[in-house]
């Protein structure tokens, strides 16, 4: 009679184990995953977190930060040959210039003009070359083949300041920011999934988790107009 009297009193006591031994195997499936989840995610955001917090600061303080432009201007003579080329291009385009011109121009004056849209009149051809941190140009006289390369500079801050907004960056660059973006998202879901995990052994979790939301939004409210 003891032994089935200490059997039956054990039964509730194991059947109550088994749903906390599964409460504590599935908080330990999400613990992994949310783990593996949040450092792979920080170590690809990390390089684009520092560089777009570092810009966050010197973009507010812009006005305070020195950056004096520098200029450089370049002029060539569009060869003979190419010169009669041009004068088969449209009189009023958008279009490139012949490849024969961009190679020239690649050459004498070490810029990249192959591929880029011009503003092409009866007089000239003018083609934009915006950059990160700065600004530039090409114009060749339709007439003389008299041809002037113009780039100014602002510096390094004001180039990653550029990188920041995305500013004359490119294709490649323009989805760069959309991966970090997606990488920093899921970062901060994970970490606030791993906030959830640990709450229960750490009370001040969610005050300053809603201090953190809070702040922003009082100043908002308060002191932007």
Not at 85 to 103: G, I, K
Not at 197 to 220: D, E, F, Q, Y
Request: proline share 7%.
């Amino acid at each position: 009679m003891t032994e089935l009297a200490a059997q039956r009193q054990s039964e509730p006591e194991a059947k109550g184990a088994r749903p906390k031994a599964a409460l504590n195997g599935a908080r330990s499936f999400w613990l992994k995953q949310l783990h593996s989840s949040h450092w792979i995610s920080a170590a690809v955001s990390l390089t684009g977190m520092i560089l777009f917090a570092v810009t966050g600061i010197t973009l507010n303080h812009a006005a305070s930060i020195p950056g004096d432009p520098v200029t450089v201007e370049q002029t060539a003579a569009l060869p003979a040959p190419l010169l009669q080329r041009l004068a088969t291009f449209p009189e009023e385009t958008t279009q490139p210039v012949p490849d024969a011109v961009a190679r020239w121009a690649a050459e004498a004056l070490k810029v990249e003009i192959a591929g880029k849209p011009t503003e092409t009149t009866p007089e000239e051809v003018y083609v934009a070359l915006a950059a990160p941190g700065g600004d530039g140009w090409v114009t060749i006289d339709r007439s003389t083949g008299e041809t002037l390369h113009e780039k100014t500079t602002r510096g390094w801050i004001a180039y990653l300041n550029d990188l920041h907004k995305g500013r004359n960056a490119g294709t490649v660059w323009f989805w760069f920011i959309d991966v970090f973006a997606v990488a920093c998202v899921v970062f901060a879901v994970t970490g606030l999934g791993l906030m959830f995990l640990h709450a229960k052994g750490r009370p001040s979790t969610w005050p300053l988790a809603a201090l953190g939301l809070l702040v922003p939004v009082v100043i908002a409210l308060i002191f932007i107009h």
